[in-house]
């Protein structure tokens, strides 16, 4: 008899040769040691002692030298060099793994919203033809439908007033500010928060010149000041010994949104702190003790101006005291805006959930 023999399928184990093993580990540890190649090679010589990571025929040694010839390194002979382009970008994608799971690439990468319009996905929704409608979106199967019922198949003829559009999503382009917060307090009390908050922001860089290249991201870091860092520069970030400005991040991201033409702006500020610092003129003042009203007010008053210009700030606290989230509970008041106590595993789904959610509603 004729017939298929299925059997179970059973996975075959993927070949890797020493440099892709080694290759793993290598970029991970660039970015604890924000890019530091010197670092990462003595780690990996201390793991290599103490775990065996390689052996006679294929030495540390072996593979830095296989990471300039593949250019991975570039530098002097002799010492470590720095990091490629080449490898900032696969940084960048392994973070988009990691976080963001396996996502294809899209060619137009655009935002759905609840509005109808010139879009190019047709929507489950339908309406009569109006005059200007487009004959491509016109929907034939129910337009003859409607002829046959309005006026019989023996007299069948297709008029105006059976002609049914298909209605197209409207696609809305978004301007995206993410805020990472710098303050000394992202790595105290024995907790790398500052490593998961470069992860999160290299995934979402990646995402959104992939899958959404219409869309814009600019990042801005925040301590005592605030200045904007491109997406190269995320996996060097180091924390500083700085305060907490807030002001200064949300006045500079005010700044970039204001440069940007779309409807759809927001801002994203990972933090884990209060704020603790402003300037006033030319001058810092600080109190890192409590949560001093002159800062608060200030910061708060800049969520009310973020509302007012409707842009919403979505807050990921990555902190449990409750005095601080009574903080952030009046600052997501003031702004309108959504916040998120979450812990440093699940910071990149929430961000990548609220990205691509896209809850704006002020579409032109």
Known sequence: MIGFRFSEFVPTPTFQSPFERLLELFLELLVYTSGEVDEALNWMRELDKEHGLTDDNYTIDDF??????????????????????????????????????????????????????????????????????????????????????????????????????????????????????????MILYGEDRITPAKKVAMALAELITTRYPKDTLDIVVFGDDAWQVSIKDLPYLRVGPFHTNTVAGLELSLDLLRRRKNANKQIFMITDGKPSCIKENGEYYMNSFGLDPKIVNRTLNLASRCRKLRIPVTTFMIARDPYLQKFVEDFTEANHGRAFYTSLKGLGNYIFEDYESNRRRNVN
Not at 87 to 113: C, M, N, P, V, Y
Not at 177 to 185: E, G, K, P, T
């Open 64 to 185: 830095e030298e296989d990471l300039k010839k593949k250019g991975y390194l570039e530098g002097l002979p002799g010492s470590g060099g720095r990091m490629t382009g080449k490898t900032e970008r696969i940084i960048r994608q392994r973070s988009l793994e990691q976080i963001f799971g396996k996502l294809k690439k899209a060619g137009k990468g655009d935002h759905k919203t609840p509005y109808s319009g010139l879009g190019d996905e047709p929507s489950a929704d339908r309406r009569k033809f109006q005059f200007g409608d487009r004959a491509d979106r016109i929907d034939l199967t129910e337009s003859l439908r409607n002829a046959q019922v309005n006026h019989g198949i023996n007299n069948f003829s297709l008029t105006e007033d059976d002609l049914e559009i298909v209605e197209q999503e409207y696609k809305a382009l978004t301007s995206t500010v993410l805020m990472i917060d710098i303050s000394h307090s």
